[in-house]
């Protein structure tokens, strides 16, 4: 990848062209300017990104005072202020908006995964083919 492309050693092997390729991750690090991994496997490949994400982070809990842990540290968050909820749901829709855009920008398919969802079905909601709401000639 280009110098400080956070992809660099993404694929453990080379990816035969001609291959229907899944990366599920939350992408959480990706940003427009580093996804030059996409253009490459976009050129000979088709591309789908899951994005997969909790409920939790999509929108923050009922206001409250909530403990959390990454198993070392214990810190509290208070979500008891509107503006702070709001600000949460606004960080996600900007991240899924990007991830949107990135898959228009090198035609790859985007289906979003939340944690309590089952996969298969996820799947075949996401890959079925979209219906042209257009007026223009079909």
Known sequence: GQRGDPSDGLFAAPIRSGCLVFVLSDFASLEQNHASWMARLGRTN????????????????????????????????????????????????????????????????????RTDQPLGETLRRGLRPQRRTGTGPS
């Open 46 to 113: 088709e591309l789908v990104l899951v994005h997969v994400y909790d409920a939790l982070e999509a929108s923050a809990p009922v206001g409250g005072r909530y403990a959390i842990s990454n198993g070392q540290e214990r810190r509290w968050i208070d979500t008891t202020q509107k503006a702070l909820r709001d600000n949460w749901q606004v960080r996600f829709d900007r991240h899924r908006d990007d991830l949107e855009k990135l898959c228009q920008r090198y035609a790859a398919h985007l289906v979003t995964l």
